[in-house]
Each structure stands twice: as structure tokens, then as C-alpha cells.
């Protein structure tokens, strides 16, 4: 297998064997014709290798490959993909990561570190996802997809699939920020606003692919979803060379940005090419949730959950009462030794405008969020001075402003 | 001069000598007490280096300096600061260069690239020219700032001041897209929306910098920012190798990014490390501008051009009447042998819209400007079917919605 490029060839390097397995009964599951979850457990699939996936470091610095696909597609060996002429990409991976230094004073934090998921070709991280989930719908020979997404993935859904020629039918609830309903739709998406909770309009998409014999490609259960977005640890392990990272804190919702990190942090510590003559922490991986939806922190601190006790919260995108993967995040915070944590929508306001203020950052709710929790988690010493702290920012500010006092 | 980094220390590799010096006659300015233009001449300032500005390319692959400054910043040798310390950075630069397939079919071009400039930290090509003018700044040791601009420097330089802890007064025109005044404010900048032209904006905006002994700093006519904006042209150097690049289209107003950009190709033309033994052609650089406000389209084709000609158009960043660096961008188009063109409203909204349907580009109106005028250059066959030909995009769509019809 080869593909032109500018004035080079590149060839694949190796094959790649993995298959689909049910996360909790490691049942083998057919993916091909839409997204599932598993018949016994109800629980979603992942993407197992055959043998463990690995990446020479040295291959991020392959101008030629990076040329024709820059940031996450360079590091082709370790994403699910056989041939690359089926890869749908936008340029998405490659962020920055920056030190937060005026907020880092405030906290007390002498390492605190911003990676920027928001400059993703459609302002979000969740690029990352789609672009593998899409790129595999594309190698099963797919046409015609249906998602369901509060705003963002939905965005990156519809942005995807017209990249790739795909038709697409995006399923959003109908308070859904004006912003991210009007970037779905001018993407040529058609988009169907749906009453009722957030797990109401996900039903609505299952049930029209159903009736419609449609694929039902959902990024809150899909494998290959995560296949992309644990491309963010791989870059982490890339740039934080010798020196471990302490901390990661994420917002979560469905949480597949916080458990395709630790899936890619898994995958490095197992790879052939880790040096284990210099061992490396993994980073705690913390997640924080909004008040006015916080399945996942009543969980893990043993109290009462409801998903009637959902409100309505300013962080559209951790607005979800039951997620597919809720279970996954939890062994997540068990094996890092993380944390949950929980936060109002008055402290992500404050953050989100120290944010703007204080580092020039414009972020949506939803990221701000994850600063909200940090601050907890410095208060309560699970963070501390020296240590080094990432926190993935993970929307523009533009995606939603409906709740932003400019003054 | 040396600073710390993650785990690795980073040393300032060379001493950097420049001069300011009126870009018509030569005389050398000060530019410590504010950006003014030539008393004779009436022309801006540009930065002459002492001797030719260099770059090892492979210092693009030092990941250690990438690391803490990714992106642009890496390209520190060619960028008229002295002490790093008073980089003012967001992780600007480093954008990825993707092929228009789609696109390229409908126009029949086979070799057609987009530079995604949109994903700098505030939406728009702006930060490169903000990062090195307000690192200057810092260097001179300023700290109350004033710039005018249509919307994207000013959120650029509200965002820049913020994480540099400078005070900014932003003066914008009264009519600017809400999303962008929105988002100057909500950096904490002070804001002064302003009725009249878009030269009448720039000129309160230095009334008000004279009256209260503030710093003018506007991108429209400072040097620092298009050292900023010429880093583009270096990436793009990197990015194609040993296939030269045939064209470049820019939308044009104050024409700070295709003058900068003709700037970076003129220095790795002189720069000793660039290989004679391999001759390579440098891109013809292409100017677009809207019906509603076509000056430097006029004064190319030799057509009459007043400023009263001026009228509403929905290409919000490129409406400026005078723009003081307008004979720059003619001689980049004889140095060259680019040209220039005029479009409709109605071309720059339909290729807004094919760039979103056929890409999954969402993208401003001045955005999709440079596309309508790539389609009249192929079809007077400027351009002809095997060039490579690469198009900025400068901001992302949630910059500048007012005008969507989004069905």
C-alpha cells in the first residue's frame, strides 16, 4: 500500500490487526454495520490490537507523512485505519500546549498547563474522534450516517462528513446553542432539533437509523471515537519528554476524551518502544462535572444519582444523565488514582471570564469547567505547588454565548 | 541570554541586529514611543535586519524549544525580539496546509492547498502579526496600549494584551459583527465602537492615544506585526519542500499577511542557508478584493478609485478605503508577477457556502473572498490546471455570522 504526496511516496509501514470487543464481556462485535452496544451487558465496544500498538517518536518528525496529513494522522501506526486513501481529515491533532502562568500565581501552581483542543478544525477536540469514526465509516464502504450531539460533535460530524462526501443527519436538543445549531446546518447537515433529555434526542437518532436503514454512528459509543482522541496522550508523552505529568483534569460528559487518553497512555507504557530502563509516572486523570448533572461524581463518591435530578447547567457539553461509557471513566479515575468533582455554574462563569482576563484564553463553559474543579482539587491538596498539571481546553468561546455577560 | 524550559535549558542562539526604517525613503525611525509613519513620506515603518535574517530549518524539529514555544516562536532567529522572556504567545503558528480535493475538481485544479490560518488561538491569521508586536512592546517595556481595527485584530490584540498583562483600548467600527466586539470585551479590553469610515475609526483611535499619552499600536501600520505574519511563508517553505509553490491568494485590506508572507520568501531567498544549487521558484502572490471597497484592485488595473467609493459588503476584514501599506502590496504583486481582483458579495457568500458543503470548512466571508477570486484566475487562466496553489484561510466562520442564511 502506497500514496502519493507532495513529491514523496510514503508507504505504510506495518499491518494492523485489531478487532471490536464489548468493553465489559470482551465479547467480539461485528461494527460494520452501525454502532452497537453489546447484547449481553449493554455496554459499548472498544478497539483491541491484536498486538499491542506502537509509535516510533521518531515518525512525528517524518516531514513527509506530517506534510499530507499533519497532527493526528501522523501517527498512523497506532490508529485503526488499512488504507489511507480512506482517510477523512481536516488537519486536526498537533495543538499547542501552553504554561498558564498568570493563573497558575493565582492557584498557587507553579506548572500549569493549557492544551489547547479548541484550535481543532471545527473548534472543538472532538475533531479528534471524528475524524477516525469517519474515516472507518469510509473503509466499511458507508454512505449515509446519523449522530446525535448536544452541539459540538454534531458540528464535527457534519464538518466530516462533508469533507468525505458523506450524507449526514445530525439529531440535537432543541436548546442546543444557537451557534453550534447554525455551524451543523451551513455544513450541509440536515439537523433535527429534539425535545426532551439529552438522552431522549439520542434515542430519536437510534430509532430514525432503525427505520430509515441507516448507520447509526454515535461518538458517544463508538470504539474508533476514542481511537482518536487518544491521540492527546500520545502528543502529552511527546512533549513532556523526560519530565512526568502529574495531573490531567477534564470535563466530562460522555467522557471519551478522558478515556482515550488513558487508553493512549496504556498503549505507550505497552509499546515496544517505551524505554523501560527510564520509568515514567502515568499522570492522574481527574474528572469534573456541572452540579446540574454529575452522574459520574455521585457515583464515585457513593451518593445518590437520578438521572431526573438532571437540570438545566450553563456547560452544555457535561450535560449528560446517563453516558454509554460512564462506567469506563470510573475505572479510568481507579487506575490513575484520580478524582471526581463537582462544580456550580456561578464558579465555570468566574472561570471562564479569569480565563479570557487573565490569559487571554476564550473558552467555552463547558472547558471552563474543568478550572472550576481544579481549583477544588488545589483547595483539597489532591494538587500541589510543583506539581505539573494539564487541563485540555476543549471548545472555542465562540461555540456558545448564550449565557456570556460582556458587560 | 538564556531561559529555562521544561527540563532543558534553551540557549538564544545568535545576537539579532535590525533597524526601523520608512518603507518609501529609507530614514531611520524610533519606534519605542509609538507606531507613526514617515514625516516625510507619510509611509510605515518596516524592520531592515543588518544582515540577511537566517534560519536553520532543522531548528523547526527542536522539540525542546517547540515546546515551550511551538509554532511560530520556533522560528525565533528571524524575529526582531531579544529576550524571550518577553514573549507574549498563545501558541500562534504552526498551522496545517490540507488539500481542497472538492474543491479542486470543481475548478479544475489538481493541485489546490488551504494554510487553515483560522486555527490561531483567537480564530484569525492575526495573532502571528499580534504575538511579535505586543513581545515588543513588552520589550520596550510599554504597558497601556491603543489599536483600532474591524474586529479580528482587535480581538487578537485584546487577547495578546490580556495574556501579556497590558492595558488595551480597542477602537472598532460601530457596525463590526456583534461575535467579535463580543469577544474584545470579554478579554476585559476596554472598547469604543465608532461611527464614520473605517479610516475615521483609525483615527480616533490615535486621537485618543495623543490626548491621554498612550501607545498607538496598530497592526495596520507596525512593522513587528508583519515580522509576524511573514512566518507563514517560512512554514510554507518547510511544508512544500522541494516542490515550489506556483500561487498564493490573499484577501486584501490593509494587506499585512501577503505583504508579510513576500517578506518571509525574500529572506529565505537571501538567507545563507537556502541552497543555490537547487533553484526554486517563489509563488506568484494574487490580491483579492470586494466590488464594495477595491482600492489596490483600481490602482492595478488602472481604473479611477476614491475612498467615497466605499460602500457596505459583507467581506468585513478587507473594507479599508486607505490602506497606508496599499503601495507595498502593489509592489509584492510586480515583485511577483501576481495580480489583483475585485468579487461580488454574491460570489464570496456562494463560495462561503461550497466551502463548508464541499470541504467541511467553515470559514468568514473574507475568508471565502480569496476563493471567488481564485475562480475568475483560473478562469482567465492565470492559473492553469497542474499549479500548486495555496490559500490562506484567515478566520473562522463563528467570527462573522450576521450574514448567514443558514436555510
Redesign the interface.
Known amino acids: 500500500m502506497s500514496y502519493s504526496c507532495?513529491?514523496?511516496m510514503v508507504v505504510s509501514r506495518k499491518e494492523k490487526f485489531y478487532s471490536l470487543q464489548c468493553s465489559q464481556c470482551g465479547i467480539l462485535q461485528d461494527h460494520s454495520k452501525g454502532v452497537s452496544l453489546c447484547v449481553d451487558c449493554k455496554a459499548p465496544p472498544d478497539i483491541f490490537y491484536s498486538k499491542p500498538a506502537s509509535l516510533d517518536f521518531s515518525q512525528f518528525?517524518d516531514?513527509?507523512l506530517a506534510?499530507?496529513f499533519?497532527?493526528l494522522w501522523s501517527m498512523w501506526d497506532v490508529l485503526p485505519l488499512h488504507d489511507p486513501s480512506n482517510i477523512v481529515?481536516?488537519?486536526?491533532g498537533?495543538?499547542?500546549?501552553?504554561?498558564l502562568k498568570?493563573i497558575g500565581n493565582k492557584l498557587g501552581l507553579k506548572d500549569l498547563w493549557a492544551k489547547?483542543e479548541y484550535?481543532?478544525?471545527?473548534?472543538s477536540f472532538k475533531d479528534r474522534g471524528t475524524t477516525v469514526m469517519l474515516s472507518a465509516a469510509k473503509e466499511f464502504g458507508l454512505t449515509r450516517l446519523v449522530e446525535d450531539s448536544s452541539g459540538n460533535a454534531g458540528s464535527s460530524f457534519?464538518?466530516?462528513?462533508?469533507?468525505?462526501?458523506l450524507d449526514a443527519s445530525v439529531f440535537i436538543p432543541e436548546h442546543a446553542p444557537n451557534?453550534k445549531r447554525?455551524?451543523i446546518?451551513?455544513?450541509?447537515a440536515d439537523v433535527y432539533p429534539t425535545s426532551g433529555t439529552r438522552d431522549d434526542v439520542a434515542q430519536s437518532a437510534v430509532d430514525y437509523a432503525a427505520e430509515n436503514g441507516l448507520y447509526y454512528s454515535s461518538h458517544n459509543i463508538s470504539p474508533y471515537f476514542i481511537e482518536g482522541t487518544k491521540t492527546v496522550a500520545y502528543e502529552l508523552m511527546?512533549?513532556?519528554?523526560?519530565?512526568p505529568i502529574d495531573h490531567m483534569i477534564f470535563p466530562v460528559g460522555n467522557g471519551s476524551l478522558i478515556i482515550g487518553c488513558w487508553k493512549g497512555f496504556k498503549e505507550v507504557k505497552e509499546s515496544r518502544n517505551y524505554d523501560d530502563a527510564q520509568p515514567v509516572t502515568f499522570p492522574k486523570l481527574h474528572a469534573v462535572q456541572s452540579h446540574a448533572c454529575n452522574p459520574i461524581v455521585s457515583c464515585w463518591r457513593g451518593t445518590q444519582w437520578d438521572v431526573s435530578q438532571v437540570s438545566n447547567g450553563i456547560a452544555g457539553g457535561i450535560m449528560v444523565g446517563t453516558p454509554p461509557r460512564g462506567f469506563q471513566v470510573l475505572q479510568v479515575l481507579e487506575d490513575t488514582s484520580g478524582s471526581a468533582v463537582s462544580v456550580s455554574d456561578g464558579d465555570i462563569g468566574t472561570w471562564q471570564?479569569l480565563l479570557?482576563?487573565?490569559?487571554?484564553?476564550?473558552v467555552e463553559p463547558t472547558s471552563a469547567a474543568a478550572f472550576a474543579g481544579l481549583e477544588l482539587l488545589v483547595a483539597d491538596r489532591t494538587i500541589s505547588k510543583s506539581d505539573?498539571t494539564v487541563v485540555p481546553i476543549t471548545g472555542?468561546?465562540?461555540?456558545d454565548?448564550k449565557n456570556?455577560d460582556?458587560?
Chains 1, 2 share one sequence.
Open positions: 507532495v513529491g514523496y518528525r516531514v513527509r506534510n499530507y499533519p497532527g481529515s481536516l488537519g486536526e498537533g495543538t499547542p500546549c501552553i504554561p498568570n489547547l484550535l481543532n478544525p471545527t473548534g457534519a464538518s466530516y462528513a462533508s469533507r468525505g462526501q451557534a447554525l455551524q446546518s451551513f455544513y450541509g511527546l512533549w513532556s519528554g523526560n519530565r471570564k479570557a482576563e487573565e490569559e487571554g484564553l476564550f505539573l472555542f468561546g465562540l461555540k454565548t456570556l460582556v458587560g
